[in-house]
Each structure stands twice: as C-alpha cells, then as structure tokens.
C-alpha cells in the first residue's frame, strides 16, 4: 500500500487564527499561500494541518483529535493554557495519564504523559 498523511483538515470560524494558534503550539511555520484565501494551512516535522473556514459552530465531542506527546505534560499544559487553550471534561475519571484541551474554537485534543514518566 502507498497511501500516507499529507494533511489534516479542521473546521475552523477563524483558519488564520486557528492556523496561528496551532503554529505556535507545535513550533510550526504558517503557510498562507493555501489554495484559497479560506484555507490556511501550517507546516513543521509531521502531516501539514489545514484550517478550513465553515460557517457552522462545533457542536459534539470531535470523532478525531490529536494525542501530543511532551517531554513535561504539565508544563506542556501550563504553557497551552497560557496561550488559551481549557480544559474539558469529556468524562475523565481524574485517574488519566493525559490531560484533554480545548484550542481557542473548542477543539479537543490530548496531552500524552511525558517522554520521562
């Protein structure tokens, strides 16, 4: 089989926002010269994440998220948070090795245990 990764697509109010946020987050570089001026896309060591604008609201839990893996989970999840990413609750025990977040759109995604736990 050929198949791999090229991108990952999110629904975004924002994708210039989001792509920036996103960037930042990950130590990715912004690329703004996407197919169209409604998609803006980033790059850095793994699948380019493109932003798509949509006009709707998020509304459910997402069938898909990212699982992050830092060296430190807290200081990982100090530092998103200090960005502007929350937290959720999707039913966690507390008993966890990850921490689940929200990006500024509400977007959930994980925060693995770190590399050295």
């Not at 990982?76 to 937290?87: C, P």
Request: charged share 30%; proline share 5%; glycine share 8%.
């Amino acid at each position: 089989m050929s198949l791999r990764i090229e991108c990952l697509t999110v629904d975004a109010h924002d994708p210039l926002a989001q792509a920036q946020w996103w960037a930042a987050a990950l130590g990715y570089t912004v690329d703004e010269d996407g197919p169209e001026d409604d998609d803006v896309g980033i790059k850095g060591d793994g699948p380019t994440v493109l932003f798509i604008r949509v006009p709707e609201d998020k509304a459910v839990k997402n069938r898909l998220h990212l699982d992050l893996r830092p060296a430190d989970r807290d200081a990982e999840v100090a530092r998103l948070e200090s960005m502007g990413a929350t937290r959720v609750d999707i039913g966690q025990t507390g008993d966890e090795t990850w921490t689940v977040l929200a990006d500024p759109e509400g977007n959930e995604f994980c925060i693995l245990r770190g590399k050295a736990d």
